[in-house]
């Protein structure tokens, strides 16, 4: 499985944006999707996951201002980005599981700055 993530760049506070991941190769049994977050020097951290049925989870500090969702028959998930802060700025990566394996798309970098 590849994963490509895309949409990321340059917003200013309070604005939107909205990141895609395609994800490629053996897609089938593609289970739980997640976007994760890296600040360089800090930890990786989980942003948002969804379940193959939909079901969604949010980290405490994006809930009511993300929104994750994915479509299976396209092999995409998406994560729309409101009300965007400067402490959003990050690297954004995208994550699969699929049959017990992990994958990782590469990040794409949303910087929140006026």
């Known amino acids: 499985v590849q994963l490509q993530a895309s949409g990321g760049g340059l917003v200013q506070p309070g604005g939107s944006l909205r990141l895609s991941c395609a994800a490629s190769?053996?897609?089938?049994?593609?289970?739980?999707m997640a976007w994760y977050r890296q600040d360089p020097g800090k930890q990786r951290e989980l942003v948002a996951t969804?379940?193959?049925?939909?079901?969604?989870f949010y980290a405490d500090s994006v809930k009511g201002r993300f929104a994750v969702s994915r479509d299976n028959a396209k092999n995409m998930m998406y994560l729309q980005m409101n009300s965007l802060k400067p402490e959003d700025t990050a690297a954004y990566y995208c994550?699969?599981?699929?049959?017990?394996?992990?994958?990782w798309g590469q990040g794409t970098l949303v910087t929140v700055s006026s």
């Open positions: 994550h699969a599981d699929k049959f017990g394996r992990t994958y």
């Open positions: 969804i379940t193959n049925g939909g079901s969604t």
């Open positions: 190769g053996s897609t089938f049994g593609i289970g739980n």
